[in-house]
Structure formats: C-alpha cells, structure tokens
C-alpha cells in the first residue's frame, strides 16, 4: 500500500482521513506484508494439496421421479379450477 493508492481508495469510498489514521492503515498492510513473508517462507513441497480440511461427504437420496399427489386430490379444495389449472384472482391489472 502506498499514498498514491490510499489516495485514490479515500477518492473512491469517498472517505477523509487523518494523518493518523493513515499511518494506521500502512501499519496494517505492513503487517499483512510480514505476514505474507512468514507464509511463504514455510517449505510446501512435499504437502498435499487440499481444497478442505476435513473430507466431505455429501449424503443424498436417491434421485427417483414420483407424483406423490394426484393433481385432482389437490384441487378439490380449490374454490374453482378450468381444464386442470387453478383460478385465481386477478392482481394486476
């Protein structure tokens, strides 16, 4: 992170900041900076490459096509139906 960047960040978020405060945003990035450094200094070469901690398994039912209910069960309670097809009121007009 440098001014220029911290500059355009405060134009675009349309932010105001104070010297202090800017000191404390190039202390944070410094320390994700340092940070960054450790990671990389750690030897992964010999280290699997995982996509999740812990493994995954997805328990799934059967994908099986029924008709639980009859369209004719359903409509019975239906104040008024055409060839099969609910009525409803209009709402918009």
């Given at each position: 992170m440098d001014r220029d960047t911290l500059r355009r960040l405060e134009l675009l978020n349309q932010l105001s900041?104070?010297?202090a405060?800017?000191?404390d945003v190039f202390s944070f990035f410094a320390d994700r900076d340092e940070d960054l450094k450790a990671l990389e200094a750690i030897d992964t070469e010999n280290t699997e490459r995982m996509v999740h901690v812990?493994?995954?398994m997805t328990v799934v039912r059967e994908d099986v096509v029924s008709q639980p209910f009859a369209r004719e069960d359903l409509q019975?309670?239906?104040p008024e139906t055409d060839e099969g097809y609910w009525c409803v009121p209009r709402v918009v007009e």
């Open positions: 900041l104070t010297e405060q800017k000191e812990m493994p995954i019975r309670g239906a």
